[in-house]
């Protein structure tokens, strides 16, 4: 049999199967065997309840309002480890994040939503304006640069054609300030030209733990905005 009419037969196999199916499957869910697997993985497993299989099953029976009024969403983790396990390969964090994104916004738990509307006005989670942005990084810059083998250190923001944008995780600003310096001089011995945006600096999106698609879009737009306005090929995302 020449090349082509393996080829033909190979492809005449996969249109059969596409006319008939083997299951009429109506969705990914309907493929769940109910075995197990993605609950033994999971970190979360018994906590309040909580079971991925559960979920899996309550979106398999039509007990959307069920799930998305309960806390079963919120307690995941959305480490993907479910997925990793499940021998169907169901998309198990996008039925979580679906669910998510179906519960009302005032009734999301915890800083998450406020979090993105906060990003969404000025630019990062915790509403620190660009001054106080500035003079924290720069200060912690002058501290680094006391060091000894650090003396010619200095943070640059804006520069455009640098080799990396370095956008940063709110915490980082906040009440963690050391762990700047790790990446910092990590950076400087490698000889990175690295820079970090002067506003919308925020590398943290909460709205994709809220399942909030259009503030997740707004946010990483202004990252892409950022590359393309300084010409910056690379980008370090901490999240
Ligand atoms: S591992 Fe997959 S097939 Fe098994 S119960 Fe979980 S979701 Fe269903
Ligand atoms: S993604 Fe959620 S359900 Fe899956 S293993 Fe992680 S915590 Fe469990």
Known sequence: ????????????????????????????????????????????????????????????????????????????????????ACPMGINIVNLVRTARSMVERSRVPGQIHKGVEMALKTGNNLGLPTEDFVFIVEDVAEEMAEEEGFSDFRIQLDKKGAGLLHTLHNKLVNTQNEDLVHWWKIFHLAGEDFTIPR?????????????????????????????????IKNLMYPE
């Not at 492809?11 to 083997?22: G, M, N, Q, T």
Request: hydrophobic share 35%.
């Open 199 to 231: 506003e919308n600096w925020e590398g943290v999106n909460w709205g994709l733990f809220s399942g909030d698609n259009e503030a997740m879009k707004t946010l990483v737009g202004r990252i892409v905005e950022h590359m393309d306005r300084l010409e």
């Open 1 to 84: 049999m020449s090349q082509a009419e393996v080829e033909a037969t190979t492809k005449d196999e996969f249109v059969i199967k596409e006319k008939a199916p083997l299951r009429p499957v109506q969705s990914p869910t309907d493929l769940c065997l109910g075995c197990g697997t993605c609950s033994a993985g999971c970190p979360m497993t018994g906590v309040e309840g909580f079971d991925p299989r559960r979920i899996v099953r309550m979106v398999l029976t039509g007990l959307d309002r069920e799930l998305i009024d309960s806390k079963l969403p919120w307690l995941c983790t959305m480490c993907a480890k479910c997925e990793y």
